[in-house]
């Protein structure tokens, strides 16, 4: 036996831990499993759509300089108003 599973099943399995706390790290790792299946998915499908589009000839939408140039200028003014509310709050 691997270690790994060593210490898994000696963790999900021991006689001295409540079953509460089983149950919570039963369900953490079911959470955790079901958050890497999402993202492997969301990745696989990513990755089909690009091939997708490159194959079919769809140009891809780009933003000229001033429009990136504009937004940039916005999160600026932003961040400086919010800097300046969060000194004058202190």
Same mark, same amino acid.
């Given at each position: 036996?691997?270690? /790994?599973?060593?210490?898994?099943?000696?963790?999900? +399995?021991?006689?001295?831990?409540?079953?509460? *706390?089983?149950?919570?790290?039963?369900?953490?790792?079911? &959470?955790?499993?079901? @958050?890497?299946?999402?993202?492997?998915?969301?990745?696989?499908?990513?990755? @089909?759509?690009? %091939?997708? *589009? &490159?194959?079919? &000839?769809?140009?891809?939408? +780009?933003?000229?300089?001033?429009?990136?140039?504009?937004?940039?200028?916005?999160?600026?003014?932003?961040?400086?108003?919010?800097? /300046? %509310?969060?000194?004058?709050?202190?």
């Amino acid at each position: 036996m691997r270690f /790994e599973w060593f210490v898994a099943r000696r963790s999900l +399995r021991s006689p001295c831990r409540p079953a509460v *706390l089983r149950l919570a790290t039963l369900f953490s790792i079911m &959470g955790v499993a079901a @958050g890497v299946a999402t993202l492997v998915i969301a990745l696989s499908m990513n990755t @089909g759509f690009r %091939k997708t *589009l &490159g194959r079919t &000839g769809v140009p891809r939408i +780009r933003t000229s300089t001033r429009v990136s140039c504009a937004l940039a200028a916005v999160q600026i003014r932003c961040y400086l108003f919010m800097a /300046e %509310k969060f000194t004058n709050a202190i």
